[in-house]
């Protein structure tokens, strides 16, 4: 099976409204509520390639247990998610019927105790001699304390695990020095990590800085990709309308399970381009359309860069 | 007791977010989620009055649990509402930290079964007989017939307790006919209902519809009342800056409460503005600051009009 960490899951609802317009009341004309944080996606979408996939982090509260009622009822996920006494946070899309336009608003999510902590590590020490690969994902709740990847990254590497993070700002910086295998920044959180916008150069620094492979997701420009085999450059056959969200989840499980199927970096990466591609053209958020996805995988262009 | 009913309860969230900006995303950085809904708001200021206060309507699903967890942690509120499969609806309210300005966005609500509308109606029978009076408020869920308020106020009249109605639209247009003690439009409602901008007008024009008294809330300009007793402006002292949001409903709960006590039509209006201007003037959103209330009762002015 393969591991996905979320330590903040949420509760996501996607709000639809005829035109949002700040100051004033919305009636919501449709809710969707599914469970979600960045490795929770990840994990569904491995899920509908066939893989298993075993979901850890923390839930809590009324919301975590809808969240758990909602991944018992997806085929090929395995909750193992860690009880804590806080409630699991909620984010709103807030999605606008005239321009298609989204607005987001994230709650912070819950306090987590010392102990809490204590119980995720244990559990995490439990979980990974099983797992083939692990991603550890998305934003710490507080209380976590700021270099908790670092010693998720460590813990993957002494069990001979492959490690990938997707995650930002300082978790992202002490995490990329425990050396992950691949770390899976978008262009904003790599010159955060870098200073550099230049992202060619950023890539390199982040190398530099711990990470086995950078693949910098540049939206609609496809991905960037520097490894130990060589650098490339991943690129859609054109720029997808539609919603984003998700489509970096995608990605990264393009990335993983082309690297237990032993793919070369280049299909790796064509993998998760279609992936992400065919994410964005599907109108449910966070699901991908799977035979855009096929159709696509054949017209990614991937070229040393 | 004082029944209140909620046919369209909520689980109020109120999100802080530093300054709202459209189509971005938000980190929320103070979540507060509490029972809500026109009658449980209600409620809940006759609670802190010292009244006994019923709480009926529907609840359900996970956020329908939150909602009782409330209620049952509020002294002096008693929790009547009937069990249904559907989920209780959020209502989200977006402060902007820098302008102070509200964003909501209401859920509708879910779909009421006719078994459980027929469940409600039973439970409503019940509890007509033990109450002194009966707040009937906010909108109807999905599935609820559009006359529903016109059956309650009809069976309140039958059992002889004392009906306000607050609720809008066709369900209130239905109401009126039904012949409510109280109906308590605010401009917009009142001007709906009776296609009058002119509130004197609207005012008669409403009574004649079939409402015993019209109160009319016109926000910062204080209440405008038609009874059988006569005419009354009631007006705060100043236009009170703040969170306006369940002003209204603490309206409601002077006016009962003032009924109640046998006060005069100008020491319950009075009583009214009172509750509304402390609630707008209290930090916390539809909470009242009792000491502000105490003093503004003093100084608030009741004119024949």
């Given at each position: ?7 903040n ?8 409204v ?27 979408v ?13 839930a ?83 209380g ?48 955060e ?15 530099r800085?711990?990470?086995r ?34 489509a ?6 393009g ?28 109108p ?22």
């Amino acid at each position: 099976m393969i591991l996905t960490v979320t330590l903040n899951t949420a509760l996501d609802l996607t709000y639809r409204v005829r035109s949002l317009r700040p100051h004033t009341s919305h009636r919501v004309s449709e809710v969707a509520e599914r469970p979600g944080g960045k490795g929770v996606n990840v994990a569904r979408v491995l899920a509908a390639l066939g893989h298993e996939a075993t979901v850890t982090g923390f839930a809590g509260g009324a919301t975590g247990q809808v969240l758990r009622e909602g991944l018992a009822g997806t085929p090929g996920l395995t909750d193992a998610l860690v009880p804590v006494s806080g409630a699991t946070r909620r984010t709103v899309a807030v999605v606008d019927g005239l321009s298609g336009d989204t607005t987001q608003f994230n709650e912070p999510g819950p306090h987590i105790a010392p102990a809490e902590w204590g119980a995720f590590l244990d559990r995490y020490e439990e979980l990974l001699p099983g797992a083939r690969a692990v991603a550890l994902c998305g934003s710490l709740p507080p209380g976590v304390p700021v270099g908790a990847y670092a010693n998720l990254v460590r813990a993957a590497r002494a069990a001979g695990v492959p490690v990938l993070l997707d995650t930002s700002g300082e978790p992202l910086r002490r995490g990329v020095a425990a050396r992950p295998d691949v770390i899976k920044p978008n262009a904003d959180e790599l010159a955060e990590l870098t200073g550099s916008h230049e992202p060619s150069r950023a890539t390199q620094d982040a190398r530099r800085r711990g990470a086995r492979a950078v693949v910098a997701s540049l939206g609609a420009r496809g991905l960037l990709a520097l490894t130990p085999e060589g650098r490339w450059r991943a690129v859609p056959p054109a720029a997808e309308h539609g919603n984003p969200t998700g489509a970096g989840d995608a990605a990264v499980a393009g990335l993983l399970t082309g690297l237990l199927d032993g793919l070369s970096w280049p299909d790796r990466l064509a993998r998760a381009v279609a992936l992400s591609a065919a994410t964005v053209r599907s109108p449910a958020a966070g699901d991908f359309d799977r035979a855009a996805y096929e159709k696509l995988l054949a017209s990614v262009t991937v070229t040393a860069a």
